[in-house]
């Protein structure tokens, strides 16, 4: 479709300032606001960006209403209370991803008993295994294999090269990108004088609606009671959920997360990249923590949590390592100092005006 300023005015319902000339100019694509010309829409996402917006070449802009003062006068302006929101919104719009085909491609498996909703389309060199519900406009990528009886929702969509094991049950309009493997056995072993003993996983993964699920993730099945995923959960690639694990809904999690078995995850939590989860703890909801958290301990309320160490030049890094290693000595001779002053029997300095 031909796409202008006003008509995405009129895709997010908001109001057009500005140039009123430049809202019928067509606009081609999204861009940066240092980068954007003729044909682009760009947005004001922070104050820090200022500085660039009265050079701005964009045909149109996503400001709020406080900036309309220093948007270039050649541009057409949709006022809207966020920015950042209405780009994601109209992000859409510029997609070039193909739509999918709607149809079964002729070299996918589909053993008996698979139950197919209307509008689904399954690509290339697919395995659907026997007893498994798909839902109406479910979309399987080419190369994934889905397990006996799993459950799939409306307008789910599983990218190339998913592997969803049995009885897994996923929701409607969720997307898994490529790579990711859903319900494969958690990491259940009991030691024996013979070695290791491997515990069945008779648990599913039970995911909940508009969940996303990045690249090369992996979530377990739970061994004996379900790992869950609610709602509204987003998560990034190379993220590792255990058995047993349950993340409440809306929370976010950035790549390569990794949570032992058994954690809870509270509700609209964020959790940085590479941060890692003891198994068994409870965290409260509305928890965030930084990038490479080390989690050996539950919370209890909602707030802001770090460890990790951030960045310095190597020769300060080096000298605070030094000081580190000292630690235990300085422990050692502040407690010896403690305790001689803190004894009766010390010998105190005398004072400069009793030895006069």
Not at 122 to 141: P, W
Not at 193 to 207: D, F, T
Request: with cysteine; glycine share 12%; net charge negative.
């Amino acid at each position: 479709m031909t796409i202008t300023a006003r008509k995405i005015a009129e895709h997010l319902q908001a109001s057009l300032a500005g140039n009123a000339d430049a809202g019928d100019t067509i606009i081609d694509r999204l861009a940066p606001l240092d980068q954007a010309g003729p044909g682009d829409v760009s947005f004001l996402a922070a104050d820090k960006y200022l500085k660039s917006l009265p050079d701005c070449r964009a045909s149109a802009l996503l400001l709020k209403e406080s900036h309309l003062g220093d948007a270039p006068s050649t541009a057409a302006v949709v006022v809207v209370s966020d920015p950042y929101l209405a780009y994601a919104r109209i992000s859409h719009l510029f997609s070039q991803e193909p739509a999918p085909a709607k149809a079964i491609h002729s070299s996918a498996i589909i053993e008996s008993g698979v139950q197919l909703g209307e509008g689904v389309s399954i690509g290339a060199h697919t395995l659907i295994e026997s007893g498994t519900i798909l839902g109406d406009g479910s979309v399987i990528g080419p190369g994934s294999v889905i397990g006996a009886r799993v459950r799939i929702g409306a307008n789910t969509v599983l990218k190339a090269n998913v592997t969803v094991h049995h009885d897994v049950v996923i929701g409607d309009q969720c997307m898994i990108h490529s790579g990711a493997v859903i319900g494969g056995d958690g990491f259940g072993f009991a030691p024996s004088s013979a070695g290791w003993v491997k515990i069945a996983q008779l648990g599913r993964v039970i995911v909940g609606n508009r969940v996303e699920i990045g690249s090369n993730t992996t979530i377990d099945r739970g061994a004996i009671a379900d790992t869950v995923i609610e709602d509204g959960v987003i998560i990034d690639n190379l993220s590792m959920l255990a058995h047993n694990v349950r993340i409440g809904r809306g929370t976010a999690m950035a790549a390569q997360v990794g949570i032992a078995g058994s954690t809870r995850i509270g509700a609209h939590c964020i959790l940085g990249g590479q941060a890692g989860f003891a198994g068994h703890l409870d965290i409260a909801d509305g928890s965030h923590f930084t990038g490479q958290a080390m989690v050996t301990k539950g919370t209890t309320e909602s707030g802001a949590y770090s460890s990790g160490w951030p960045i310095q030049p190597a020769r300060e890094w080096r000298r605070t390592v030094a000081r580190l290693r000292q630690l235990d000595k300085l422990e050692a001779r502040l407690k010896a100092l403690e305790h001689r002053l803190d004894s009766p029997d010390t010998e105190q300095t005398p004072k400069k005006e009793d030895s006069e």
